[in-house]
């Protein structure tokens, strides 16, 4: 049975930091691209960041600069490291999987596999 289960959510000031994490299991992480995804209430889905098998990263312009993106396949592990935070960047993050290019994945935002999210709240 396939599971992401994201962590480490939560509520911080604006500039502030926050780490979150994507647990997988139930099929080969190694071999599939990742990427988080975000959606604020009544705006789509956006494509934040995405990393491949191989560890090439892409990031949307929203968050180039602040966002770092990593994966750890040994753990199964997908991770989000959040700088300067803005208000606006209050969504719920979501993490993605699929056999897809990463560049794909955040630009078509079709995956395989959702996570069920973890909510990120920036206050001003």
């Known amino acids: 049975q396939v599971q992401l289960v994201e962590s480490g959510g939560g509520s911080v000031q604006s500039g502030g930091s926050l780490r979150l994490s994507c647990a997988a299991s139930?099929?080969?992480?190694?071999?599939?691209?990742m990427a988080w995804f975000r959606q604020a209430p009544g705006k789509q889905r956006e494509g934040v960041a995405a990393?491949?098998?191989?560890?090439?990263?892409s990031y949307s312009d929203s968050v180039k600069g602040r966002f770092t993106i990593s994966r750890d396949n040994a753990k199964n592990t997908l991770y989000l490291q959040m700088n300067s935070l803005k208000p606006e960047d209050t969504a719920m993050y979501y993490c993605?999987?699929?056999?897809?290019?990463?560049?794909?994945?955040?630009?078509?935002?079709?995956?395989?596999?959702w996570g069920q999210g973890t909510q990120v709240t920036v206050s001003s």
């Open positions: 990393v491949d098998s191989n560890g090439s990263t």
């Open positions: 993605a999987a699929s056999p897809r290019r990463a560049w794909w994945l955040l630009w078509a935002g079709t995956a395989n596999y």
């Open positions: 139930g099929f080969t992480y190694s071999s599939y691209s």
